[in-house]
């Protein structure tokens, strides 16, 4: 296998893990963010504990996916990460789409008598 074979390989597995979030995406609460990952979950608990060291943050996710193209199975029941870094979590907006919205065309409005 040639690097211009593995490099392709690369490309194409990118292509399916961000369709892959696309598709998951509106099944999910959170989006949460560490040094080493990327999570979407449905419940996020971020602890804070102070230790020798300095702070470090203790992370538990319920019902997540994880962005990771070597893993074969993404979505996990639960999650816990222990880390000294930075860990953002966003809420994620959910909004009620029409179906002809989703579709990418808004149905013209009914005429009226």
Do not use: C
């Not at 949460?32 to 996020?44: G, P």
């Not at 102070?50 to 702070?55: I, K, L, N, S």
Request: aromatic share 12%.
């Amino acid at each position: 296998m040639s690097e211009e074979d593995i490099e392709r390989f690369e490309d194409d597995m990118e292509i399916r893990l961000w369709r892959e979030y696309r598709d998951v995406l509106p099944m999910f609460s959170f989006v949460v963010e560490t040094e080493r990952r990327f999570y979407l979950a449905n419940h996020v608990e971020v602890r804070e504990h102070e230790g020798p060291g300095g702070v470090w943050f203790e992370v538990e996710l319920g019902d997540a996916w994880v962005w990771d193209m070597y893993r074969p199975a993404r979505f996990v029941g639960k999650v816990r990460v222990v880390t000294t870094r930075d860990v953002n979590v966003e809420e994620l907006v959910r909004k009620e789409i029409a179906p002809d919205d989703a579709l990418g065309a808004s149905a013209p409005p009914e005429p009226q008598a």
